[in-house]
């Protein structure tokens, strides 16, 4: 099952069904099938609150997933500071929905096994995002 709710902030508009589809269809694509997901939309500083508490780190960021998968079967937290979509939306001249889509689906690739940090794996998990994005568009 996957949910949506939002702390302290307003939800941002999304049709459920239709997000929730592409996501078990991005997860497919990993030979993945979809658990229990919670994206959990919040401010900057409820981001910062969690990163600190959980992972000893103190600086805002627009995700951070809580990965609780069993096998191929994925499972987790997802909280997403909807202040920092803006933001880099913003700074990279992008619409605020397609950013916002492209943190929504970066939480469920990290939940396949991609990762972003070390070398050449940045390129590696825009090029999983820029498939997963024009599979979401494809569908509308």
């Known amino acids: 099952m996957i949910s949506y709710q939002a702390i302290d902030i307003k ?3 999304l049709r459920r069904r239709e997000v929730t589809a592409w996501i078990r269809s991005v997860a497919a694509e990993y030979g993945k099938s979809v658990g229990d997901i919670a994206y959990i939309f919040c401010n900057d500083e409820k981001i910062l609150e ?3 508490e959980y992972l000893n780190h103190d600086y805002y960021t627009d995700i951070i997933t809580f990965d609780y998968c069993e096998d191929n079967r994925i499972s987790g937290d997802l909280f997403i500071s909807l202040d920092t979509v803006r933001s880099n939306a913003e700074e990279q001249g992008a619409e605020y929905e397609d950013e916002l889509f492209r943190v ?5 690739l990290h939940l396949c096994g991609i990762d972003d940090k070390g070398p050449g794996e940045r390129e590696i ?5 820029n498939k ?3 599979m979401r568009k494809s569908r509308a």
């Open 104 to 108: 929504i689906i970066h939480g469920i």
């Open 11 to 13: 939800m941002p508009t």
């Open 50 to 52: 969690v990163n600190r």
């Open 132 to 134: 997963a994005l024009a």
């Open 125 to 129: 998990m825009e090029a999983a995002e």
